[in-house]
């Protein structure tokens, strides 16, 4: 079935270094995308969104990169703090123009002192 | 600016008991949506409202779970009866239009 899945269920970093999680999606159609950040016992957090007819999206600290032709998706964190340290999900938007999304399993990120 | 409001934080019952939960989204917010969360996963759709009709129950187990969302603004979600399996955190979201805004979530322990 549809799917947003994830590469790798822990990553640790070192605290300074760029981090890159990544997502891979099953649904062609999908039109839009979100990077949230969930930290313990919070709800999700909006970090960075990207639609479907661009590459990529840079924020503060954070990019975005889509890939449409392999339905890859990447999150990369410049310069990571101790406060990164999260779960991070993608959600893909898989119904244009009703926001019904889908999320992924979820990338925990560690950073190390 | 004040966020999605849920009560209660924790819930801890037995189950065959009956539970339910309160979202109370950002004003002006036209969708509403609930989220089961289980421990190590992403949030699953359970309902999805847009003002006071629904839009997306295709995964709401209906034999058990019920919301309602009145007058378009604030939303119940309940549980009858509850069920070992139904231990999670239960999330609230709303939305105006794209980017989803979550409320801190009730975290159902069901023994």
């Known amino acids: 079935g549809e799917s947003v899945g994830l590469h790798l269920p822990t990553l640790s970093v070192q605290e300074g270094d760029n981090s890159i999680i990544n997502c891979a999606y099953s649904?062609?159609?999908?039109?839009?995308f979100i990077w949230y950040k969930q930290e313990s016992g919070k709800g999700p957090q909006f970090i960075i969104d990207i639609r479907s007819n661009m590459d990529k999206r840079q924020g503060q600290r954070v990019t975005v990169l889509l890939n449409k032709t392999v339905k890859h998706l990447s999150l990369q964190i410049a310069a990571t703090q101790p406060g990164d340290s999260a779960v991070y999900f993608c959600a893909e938007n898989i119904l244009s123009g009703t926001y019904k999304y889908i999320f992924g399993t979820g990338t925990r990120l560690k950073v190390l002192a | 600016e004040a966020g999605v409001a849920q009560s209660p934080r924790y819930k801890i019952i037995e189950k065959r008991q009956s539970v339910a939960f309160w979202c109370n989204p950002i004003?002006?917010?036209?969708?509403l949506y609930w989220y089961q969360q289980i421990l190590g996963q992403g949030p699953k759709l359970l309902i999805q409202f847009q003002n006071n009709g629904v839009v997306d129950d295709s995964q709401l187990p209906k034999d058990r779970f019920s919301a309602e969302r009145l007058k378009g603004v604030d939303s119940t979600l309940k549980i009858q009866p509850a069920k070992l399996e139904d231990s999670a955190v239960y999330l609230c979201a709303s939305s105006l239009v794209g980017e989803l805004f979550f409320g801190s979530g009730t975290q159902l322990s069901v023994l």
């Open positions: 004003s002006g917010h036209a969708t």
């Open positions: 649904n062609s159609a999908s039109d839009y």
